[in-house]
T-cell receptor, first 111, second 113 residues
Framework: LAKTTQPISMDSYEGQEVNITCSHN???????ITWYQQFPSQGPRFIIQ???TKVTNEVASLFIPADRKSSTLSLPRVSLSDTAVYYC????????????FGKGTRLHILP | DGGITQSPKYLFRKEGQNVTLSCEQN?????MYWYRQDPGQGLRLIYY???????QKGDIAEGYSVSREKKESFPLTVTSAQKNPTAFYLC????????????FGEGSRLTVL
């Protein structure tokens, strides 16, 4: 399982675009990158998953450079309700049964 | 509606007592997971199961036990051997080995007095 490194916390303001970067230098060929969001006293919720280049859905975008050693979760025009912890996970979807979460990034949106 | 149900939501127990947390899913998912979360910390994997009657230890299995007698159910017992059991416990399921998406329950908060 690839080890991931994320900032411990970030602050931003409502209406801004927020980018959270995850470093995963030892990512393997078959590994995918998955991001989850967790609100206080709730279970994490899947946001987005990608393998390379760019993935976009109704919630976020995920940018993955060619070397895949890092990835960036982009949240467009955040609101106060985007205040949460964001986790980056890296692993082989087809072989990895053991799914490990890191410490995540605590994002605080200010009015 | 399909989903994962954890119960109870809140639980208080005295030291030395075993407690069992329930996790039921009607998503027809093969894999199920138990995580523990302490205040301000990430999730730590306790046990996981890919199929009925089989389960594996996660990173912090000591003091916990599980069973997987039915596909829908994956109960977690916090035994008296767990030195610091007060925590938020999260159960999750995953459809199969070819998807990274975990679906989580609402969690059970255990407080040991």
């Amino acid at each position: 399982l690839a080890k991931t490194t994320q900032p411990i916390s970030m602050d931003s303001y409502e209406g801004q675009e927020v980018n959270i970067t995850c470093s995963h230098n030892n990512i393997a060929t078959n590994d995918y990158i998955t991001w989850y969001q967790q609100f206080p006293s709730q279970g994490p919720r899947f946001i987005i998953q990608g393998y390379k280049t760019k993935v976009t859905n109704e919630v976020a975008s995920l940018f993955i450079p060619a070397d895949r050693k890092s990835s960036t979760l982009s949240l467009p025009r955040v609101s106060l309700s985007d205040t949460a912890v964001y986790y980056c996970l890296v692993g082989d979807m087809w072989r990895d049964d053991k799914i490990i979460f890191g410490k995540g990034t605590r994002l605080h949106i200010l009015p | 509606d399909g989903g994962i149900t954890q119960s109870p939501k809140y639980l208080f127990r005295k030291e030395g007592q075993n407690v069992t947390l329930s996790c039921e899913q009607n998503l027809n998912h093969d894999a199920m997971y138990w995580y523990r979360q302490d205040p301000g910390q990430g999730l730590r994997l306790i046990y996981y199961s890919q199929i009925v009657n089989d389960f594996q230890k996660g990173d912090i299995a000591e003091g916990y036990s599980v069973s997987r007698e039915k596909k829908e159910s994956f109960p977690l017992t916090v035994t008296s051997a767990q030195k610091n059991p007060t925590a938020f416990y999260l159960c999750a399921s995953r459809k199969g080995a070819n998807t990274g998406e975990l679906f989580f329950g609402e969690g059970s908060r255990l407080t040991v007095l």
